[in-house]
């Protein structure tokens, strides 16, 4: 073997931690309490459903290839960058 990771092993790990990210969050938020938890339930499940969108995205840019792969790797560089602009925004309410 020459070393390297396979395709698309670096952004799981980016992902895995985005996702720590948010799970750290929801523990903060649950620590504050029941009032604090629910005001920010929906935002915490917001961040959630960016980072499945994301996942999604690099499942498919895995499988893709040919022409639609610079689509599929722009579409998972979207949803990456919507993922860590929304995570930015969050951090100071958590």
Do not use: C, N, Q
């Not at 799981?12 to 339930?41: C, H, M, N, T």
């Not at 499945?52 to 690099?58: F, I, Q, S």
Request: aromatic content about 10%.
């Amino acid at each position: 073997m020459d070393g390297k990771k396979p395709f698309g092993v670096d952004m799981e790990e980016v992902l895995a931690g985005y996702k720590a990210k948010i799970e750290s969050a929801r523990a903060s938020a649950k620590e504050k309490g029941p009032d604090f938890f629910d005001r920010w339930e929906g935002e915490l499940e917001h961040l959630l459903e960016k980072y499945d969108r994301a996942r999604y995205k690099l499942t498919l840019l895995r499988k893709g290839g040919g022409d639609a792969l610079s689509e599929l790797r722009e579409g998972f560089e979207t949803a990456l960058a919507d993922l860590k602009e929304a995570l930015a925004r969050a951090r100071g309410k958590f």
